[in-house]
């Protein structure tokens, strides 16, 4: 994956405690979100505008800002809309945030939060899309099953088990048929 070694262990160990106060000063836990990118080195973008990929009452497409999930949105956004990306951004946000102007959820708990509202996010950490499947399910990952290797150490996953063939419409190479 873009040329890293990943290990579980590195991975778990990039994990940062619960801030107790956050950057906008609010005492509120920080709330933690996701995104999927491509991007191994991902930080918050004021200037990028995110697709609107569905209907909605309200438009978002060309106002710059970041679309986020709740912890079970992650898996509704790989199996339930088909979104590749290697990597998964875990964000811890400031509840305050849901009251921003702007700030709007969708069907399915994602929320649009726009770019004004960046300092009330803080980017926590990056990991492959499988280690969070490892740590989520207890089993190997989308990607890796597909694949028919793990993620971090190259090695053979045995058949018939790994996150894509829980999904009935998924045929990797390493399911049972």
């Known amino acids: 994956m873009n040329g890293a070694t990943w290990t ?3 991975v778990a160990g990039l994990a940062v405690a619960g ?3 956050s950057a906008s000063g609010s005492s509120n836990a920080p709330e933690r979100w996701y995104h ?3 991007r191994a080195k991902f930080t918050l973008d004021p200037r990028h505008a995110p697709a609107d990929n569905t209907i909605s009452i309200q438009d978002r497409s060309g106002r710059p800002g970041i679309y986020l999930a709740p912890t079970d949105g992650v898996e509704a956004w790989v199996n339930g809309k088909g979104y590749w990306r290697p990597f998964l951004v875990e964000v811890e946000v400031d509840p305050s945030v849901f009251a921003d ?3 709007h959820g969708r069907w399915g708990g994602e929320r649009f939060i726009p770019a004004a509202s960046f300092g009330k996010l803080r980017v926590a950490r ?5 280690a969070f499947a490892r740590e989520q399910y207890g089993d190997y990952g989308w990607i890796e099953t597909d694949a028919g290797t793990t993620f971090d150490t190259g090695a053979p996953i045995p058949a018939g ?3 894509a063939c829980a999904a ?3 045929r990797a190479p390493t399911c049972a048929r």
């Open 8 to 10: 579980l262990g590195a």
């Open 126 to 130: 990056v990991i492959p899309l499988d």
């Open 19 to 21: 801030l107790a106060r």
């Open 36 to 38: 999927l990118t491509d």
């Open 168 to 170: 009935t419409a998924t």
């Open 101 to 103: 102007p702007g700030v």
């Open 161 to 163: 088990t790994g996150a």
